[in-house]
């Protein structure tokens, strides 16, 4: 069952600007012990969605509050929010829309996401690229066209993840994750200031590595980088964090960064 707009329900309107444009953004938060895991960024995320999309979405209390609601009946689980900037105007033109729409929703948390932390994954490239647009990079938007080819390509592979590049060949992430390398003590991620993500458990990681000894930095990078590195990992806001084991041809053991990083993702989980 869906909560729109604070009734339970799954109808939306055909007007609704999600539906007729992607007009809107989301986030994707775990569930523990009934509390939504870093619930103050989550909320941060969606702010900074709605400044850059100008979408004049302003019950943010009532929106926390639903948030907290629904996560405290469950141990576990995927707490989704999408604000759409409602229904309204004519065209592509938004000056009639005046009663944005929130919608949450509770899902079982994935059960692999275990087994691929213990055995790690195999990343597959994929063959669909993302296209660079600063204006976009880094917001979860609802335009995931992108995404849906990308798990489309990825489920005609055996591996679990796909390795994305933007259109002019840069690394940037994977289907639904973001993505990082190690060489020695140095710590590689894209940067995405043209396409991709900026995931909330990468900006945790980032956090975490800069008072570390790792030493962290953002670049644009093609494949080709991976294969010098020591280890790859991906992360995400459920997972939270995930070893690589193999792309291709490509194969990684080494669990050095993962086993520094586990722990201090784990531990802010759960706080």
């Known amino acids: 069952m869906f ?78 929010v999408i604000i759409t900037r409602g229904s309204g105007g004519r065209g592509y033109s938004a000056a009639a829309c005046h009663s944005p729409s929130r919608i949450l929703r509770v899902s079982d948390y994935p059960a692999h996401y275990s087994r691929w932390r213990e055995e790690g994954i195999r990343l597959a490239p994929s063959p669909v690229r993302l296209g660079r647009n600063p204006h976009l990079a880094g917001i979860k938007h609802l335009n995931r ?73 953002e670049v644009n990078a093609t494949p080709d980088a991976l294969v010098d590195a020591d280890e790859v990992l991906i992360c995400n806001a459920l997972m939270p964090l995930v070893p690589v084991r193999a792309c291709d041809d490509l194969t990684w053991t080494s669990r050095a960064l993962y086993d520094f990083l586990a722990p201090l993702c784990e531990h802010s989980i759960s706080s």
């Not at 339970?8 to 600007?17: C, H, I, T, V």
């Open 3 to 80: 909560l729109i707009n604070g009734r339970e329900q799954e109808m939306l309107a055909a007007s609704d600007r999600a539906i007729q444009f992607g007009d809107g953004c989301f986030t994707t938060a775990r569930i523990q012990a009934g509390n939504v895991t870093f619930l103050t960024a989550h909320l941060r995320r969606l702010r900074d969605a709605c400044e850059k999309l100008m979408l004049a979405f302003q019950d943010w209390s009532v929106l926390e509050e639903e948030m907290v609601r629904l996560a405290r009946d469950h141990d576990s689980g995927v707490l989704k």
């Open 145 to 217: 066209l992108e995404q849906v080819l990308i798990r489309t390509h990825l489920e005609q592979t055996e591996a679990e993840e796909a390795l994305v590049l933007d259109s002019d060949g840069w690394l940037t992430e994977c289907c639904a994750a973001n993505l990082f390398w190690r060489k020695g003590s140095t710590v590689f991620t894209p940067r995405l200031d043209h396409a991709g993500v900026k995931g909330i458990m990468r900006e945790h990681c980032i956090a975490m590595l800069a008072s570390s000894s790792f030493r962290v930095t």
